[in-house]
């Protein structure tokens, strides 16, 4: 009996122990990376690179899911409300975490409390763009000329960042401007392309390649300083357009209430995945400046871009809807 109960005692200490490396083993399934904007733009691209270094850090696949729509917040609630196991994260930005909310009267989720912060991926800057065979030259013929005359500009979306680069821009030089927003970068260069818009504002990646091709031209970008990839291209604020400094901001969030274990883990995957050489080229190539943070961090980051962005809202007499 006592041989017996030898045997089952150390079966059932056993199990315990084979039963907690079953839970400490996370992931132990593919992980879906949902993006609130349509394939091609710039958060778009950012996800399906870093999508490659976390499942090399996390050794399970990590795929990515377009939830398209509303600025994002489609997305955004999406996950929001997705089971908080750790298998669903989000690549969330200013555009789907601060602007749009403050821009909506009614959202499904809260925009910080609904979510588990994991870490920022890093930013990148903003561009001002006419077409190719445009009449404006240069930035300073294109704000004379709003100045007089209502122009319309494109952006990926309402609440996106080009659209509040777009609306700041206006406030800082006079200008009269229409907004006409479109479902993602794709569609918005495409009309700035075809003429059907007098310029546009968009994010540097998805706008880079038909910079670098000729199909569209960039006047100005918003960041403080010129960028390696566009060396020739000025700084809004060079051509007088002082204060307008924009960068938007990339992130790896999850649904709130994901265990601190598994928050370790994603946490630990996201910065490894940043210091990965490849990992890193690719985003530089597509003119992400890398800003690799952790859990509090990107909380602390989120708080002060909100207050910054009910700033600028409040100024440009924008009202929620």
Same mark, same amino acid.
């Given at each position: 009996m006592k041989f017996k109960t030898w045997i089952a005692a150390t079966a059932g200490a056993l199990a315990i122990t084979l039963g907690g490396s079953a839970a400490a083993a996370f992931p132990d399934q593919p992980l879906r990376f949902v993006v609130g904007f349509p394939p091609g733009g710039s958060t778009d691209i950012v996800a399906r !690179?870093?999508?490659?270094?976390?499942?090399?850090?996390?050794?399970?696949? $990590? $795929? !990515?899911?377009n939830k398209a729509g509303a600025g994002g917040t489609i997305g955004a609630s999406t996950v929001a409300h997705a089971k908080p196991d750790g298998y669903t994260i989000f690549l969330g930005t200013v555009a789907t975490n601060v602007i749009n909310p403050l821009l909506r009267k009614e959202l499904n989720f809260d925009p910080i409390k609904g979510f588990t912060m994991i870490g920022e991926v890093g930013f990148y800057t903003n561009l001002v763009l006419v077409n190719a065979d445009s009449k404006y030259r240069d930035l300073g013929a294109l704000i004379a000329d709003a100045k007089q005359r209502q122009l319309s500009y494109s952006s990926p979306g309402a609440g996106t960042s080009p659209h509040m680069t777009g609306e700041y821009f206006k406030i800082l030089t006079g200008s009269k401007m229409q907004h006409i927003p479109f479902s993602g970068s794709g569609p918005a260069l495409t009309a700035l392309m075809g003429s059907h818009v007098d310029l546009g504002f968009d994010n540097l990646p998805a706008a880079l390649s038909l910079v670098q091709a000729g199909k569209v031209r960039a006047l100005a970008i918003t960041s403080t300083t010129r960028i390696k990839e566009l060396p020739d291209v000025p700084t809004a604020e060079e051509l007088g357009v002082k204060n307008m400094s924009v960068d938007a901001w990339v992130s790896v969030m999850g649904p709130a209430g994901i265990p601190a274990d598994r928050l370790s883990v994603l946490s630990s995957a996201l910065l490894k995945a940043l210091a990965q050489p490849d990992i890193v080229r690719k985003l530089e190539d597509k003119a992400i400046t890398i800003k690799a943070t952790r859990p509090e961090e990107l909380q602390d980051y989120v708080e002060s871009e909100t207050r910054k962005w009910r700033g600028v809202i409040e100024t440009a007499g924008i009202k929620p809807e």
């Open positions: !690179v870093l999508a490659e270094g976390l499942s090399r850090e996390l050794g399970q696949p $990590v $795929v !990515v899911e």
